[in-house]
């Protein structure tokens, strides 16, 4: 099993900036690509952004210029600093890891979220 515990979430006025931590704990499985996804009520949830176990990066196209995505894999933690934020980015943010197995077997784990409020 792999445990992800996002931190970092919260209440922040338009133009505010927060900074995301996700904390991964693999037992036996090994962690490639980790990301940040978002869910806000009666929405699907959406990419926020990921990257490679080398550093490749992808963002959203409506995020993408305020938001840096970095990891540490000797920690296996991701971080995700967000800045100019505004009210449409409000939303539970979700951590992700794309683990493998010593089969060879991927899957995706997921965090329990943590809330960004964006609100004047």
């Known amino acids: 099993q792999v445990q992800l515990v996002e931190s970092g979430g919260g209440l922040v006025q338009p133009g505010g900036s927060l900074r995301l931590s996700c904390a991964a704990s693999?037992?036996?499985?090994?962690?490639?690509?980790m990301g940040w996804y978002r869910q806000a009520p009666g929405k699907e949830r959406e990419l926020v952004a990921t990257?490679?176990?080398?550093?490749?990066?992808n963002y959203a196209d409506s995020m993408k210029g305020r938001i840096t995505i970095s990891r540490d894999n000797a920690k296996n933690t991701v971080y995700l600093q967000m800045n100019n934020l505004k009210p449409e980015d409000t939303a539970v943010y979700y951590c992700?890891?794309?683990?493998?197995?010593?089969?060879?077997?991927?899957?995706?784990?997921w965090g329990q979220g943590t809330q960004v409020t964006v609100s004047s």
């Open positions: 992700n890891a794309l683990t493998r197995s010593p089969a060879g077997a991927e899957f995706n784990a």
């Open positions: 990257i490679t176990r080398r550093g490749t990066t």
């Open positions: 693999a037992t036996i499985f090994s962690i490639n690509d």
